[in-house]
């Protein structure tokens, strides 16, 4: 976790000096970021909260931009669907693109193991606190740190590094690659819809392709 959680960091302290140059005052953005616990939706946020828009156009994006999180959570319940509802609520919580990736990278197979649950553990609780002290810091010296300086794409370059590792084959590069064009096709689209519309693409290429070009299956020994 060490190596991307740098780069998080760096988004983190953006985002605490974007909140309170929004306007925020600083007890409503130390709430955001412990609470709400998302960099994008929270940036996607902020713009709506500075120019008054309604609350249900402000639930509504971060619902959009956090969409993604379905399809982990469902991911996520084949390892830990027999957990206690609190101990699986906690996990909602907790979890974050970053500790997905590099779980599943980990544990190929969808099936619950003793050792998954440790290895989660030192995942989520390195990456809580690699985001949550670098957006407090940002929140605390906002007046000192310009937005210009551009911080917030280590968070991308993190996340790009991590996903580079995952495509290990023909139908994962396939699959990232239709999703990389839908999310620029879409850019325009409101909402950051866009990454809605990446998501959903990249899934179902991969579902069609797992369909059409199955695994080939390993030989027997002779």
């Not at 990232?176 to 064009?181: L, P, Q, T």
């Amino acid at each position: 976790m060490l190596g991307p959680s740098l780069g998080m960091s760096a988004w983190a302290l953006v985002t605490g000096v974007a909140m309170v140059k929004a306007g925020l005052p600083v007890p409503v953005a130390v709430a955001m970021t412990l609470f709400v616990y998302a960099g994008s939706a929270q940036l996607a946020a902020l713009p709506l909260l500075a120019a008054g828009a309604p609350l249900w156009v402000i639930l509504t994006t971060a619902f959009c931009v956090n969409l993604r999180f379905v399809i982990f959570s469902a991911q996520w319940r084949k390892y830990f669907g027999h957990r206690p509802r609190w101990q699986r609520l906690l996990l909602g919580y907790l979890a974050v693109d970053l500790n997905y990736v590099l779980f599943v990278r980990r544990f190929p197979k969808p099936k619950p193991a003793p050792e998954q649950w440790p290895y989660f553990w030192g995942g989520i609780v390195w990456n809580w606190l690699s985001w949550q002290a670098p957006s407090l810091l940002g929140i605390a010296l906002a007046d000192r740190i310009p937005t210009e300086w551009g911080l917030g794409f280590a968070g991308v370059l993190a996340l790009l590094g991590v996903a580079y590792s995952l495509l290990a084959g023909r139908k994962t590069w396939v699959a990232g690659g239709v999703a990389a064009i839908a999310a620029v096709a879409a850019f325009g689209f409101p909402l950051k819809l866009n990454i809605v519309v990446a998501i959903a693409a990249g899934v179902a290429v991969g579902m069609v392709l797992d369909r059409w070009i199955p695994d080939a299956k390993a030989e027997p020994s002779t």
